[in-house]
Structure formats: structure tokens, C-alpha cells
């Protein structure tokens, strides 16, 4: 048993990781076009930022994107051994 939760623990760490990282890259992505475009401030980039990745229908799609492609990995990855 605890062999699986320490599994479990891994997978749901790398999905936190990934969604982590996606959310900054987002930010980046969301606050350079606004510098550059819109002349906002970095609070506003922030608000809007904030407020994109907070939708619902955001989180469904990320979540649903990492755990396909990590389910596709370790499917690929068991059918090499």
C-alpha cells in the first residue's frame, strides 16, 4: 500500500509541477502582450492573468491535457519494456 500512494503522490506532484509552469508560461505570454500592445501595468497583466486562468473551462483543459499526455508517456513507456 504504500508503495502506491508514494506512486500516487509522484504523479499528482508532476501534475502540480506542470500546471505550475504552464500558469507562469501563460503569465509571461499575458504580461509581454500587454507591455507591448496596451502599455498596461503589471498589476493589470496580473489581474487579467489571474482572471484567464482561474475559468473553469481552463482548468478542465489543462488538467485534461497533462493527464492524457502523461497517461500517452507511461503508455508508451510500458510498451517498449
Known amino acids: ?18 500546471l505550475a509552469v504552464s500558469a507562469a ?17 503589471l498589476a493589470k497583466s496580473y489581474a487579467m492573468w489571474l482572471s484567464f486562468v482561474t475559468r473553469p473551462d481552463i482548468v478542465v483543459t489543462t488538467i485534461l491535457a497533462v493527464i492524457v499526455t502523461m497517461a500517452v508517456g507511461h503508455y508508451n513507456a510500458g510498451s517498449r519494456r
Not at 2 to 12: D, E, N, S, V, Y
Not at 27 to 37: D, E, H, Q
Open 1 to 18: 500500500m504504500p508503495i502506491l500512494t508514494a506512486t500516487l503522490l509522484k504523479r499528482l506532484t508532476d501534475i502540480a509541477i506542470i
Open 25 to 41: 508560461i501563460a503569465f509571461i505570454i499575458i504580461a509581454s502582450g500587454n507591455s507591448l500592445v496596451a502599455k498596461t501595468t
